[in-house]
């Protein structure tokens, strides 16, 4: 591959952007889409034909594997936009590295860590106005590879798609959750593929999920695979516990995903020298601590909601309230997080990424 990508990247703009039709104050997560989406394809042993082009409609044809086999990774990230109009990302190099791990699990081929960066930079570029300024407002970021190859035979497609969308949002979650703890169904297995960010992880809650909702509660707190016993992940999002001062937060494992919202909480209570345990922890001692008082808080932590309160756990049919403490741990990692991100605050650990508009 030649090492000069901005000539190989193709680029067709929208004749007329669609960015004043939008209300951007009725955003509902995730169903509106930018002007422009990128494209690129891996044919014949190489990824080929970077394209960036007005958001559509893809056609394809029904026999493709990811609509048989699930072989699909994605990654979601942020753009924010500062008081001057300046554009940022948070940490996108863990995206790429994680999108790529993802993609080796599922026998996916390595997308190229410059086409990736170039691909963000020129649609961020390209989609400005789509950013809003202010807390809250957001650009979601939807990187995914999925196996294109027209065959139904069970085994590695050896074509693949990678595509980013760009959709406009404001907060995930409404308000403060209530979840309940998985006694029979899990997210993921050992030696499985939960530390992915596989599409099918996702389709896999669903059910469950629903199940959980018909019984008032809205996330499901997902324990490990073998004996319900250790809390794993909550939801789509990573999970925190407080018991009195200190957080903890289950380590990651083949099980766990490695999420950069998860990491960065850590790192930030490592540097307010908040006592922060990476340890697994059980639900009986969960109980324990709500039953005499030291538990805190619960809270889950994840790109698209940043910080998610958890207002009630339930467990063995009873439910446990929290009340949100004075100084609550939830409160302040979402304030720190987000002032960073949207270059409110000192950035002391070099998470910013700045979208440079003079690149291009
Ligand atoms: C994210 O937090 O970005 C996720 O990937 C969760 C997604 C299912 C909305």
Redesign the pocket.
Known sequence: MSTDISTQFVIEKVKKSRVSTVDFETLT??TVFTDHMFECDYIDGEWKNPTIRPYQPIMVEPSLKVFHYGQAV????KAYKDDEGQVWMFRPDQNQVRINKSAKRLAIPEFPKEWFFEALNRLLVLDKEWIKKGDGNVV?IRPFIFATQPEILASPSNQYKFMVILSPVKS?FRSDVSVVIAEHYSRAADGGVGAA?AAGN?AGQFYPTNLAKEKGYQQVIWTDDTTHQYLEEAG??NVFFRINDTLITAPTSDRILDGVTRKSVIAVAEHENIPVEVRRITVKELVAAAKDGSLKEIFGA????VISPVKSFSYDGIDYPLEKPKDSYATFFKKRITDIQYNREEDPFGWRYKVNADNY
Do not use: H, L, R, W
């Not at 994605?74 to 990230?77: C, R, V």
């Open positions: 997560f995730g994605f990654e979601g990230m979601y995930y960010k996702y789509t999002m994840g790109t698209a909601v």
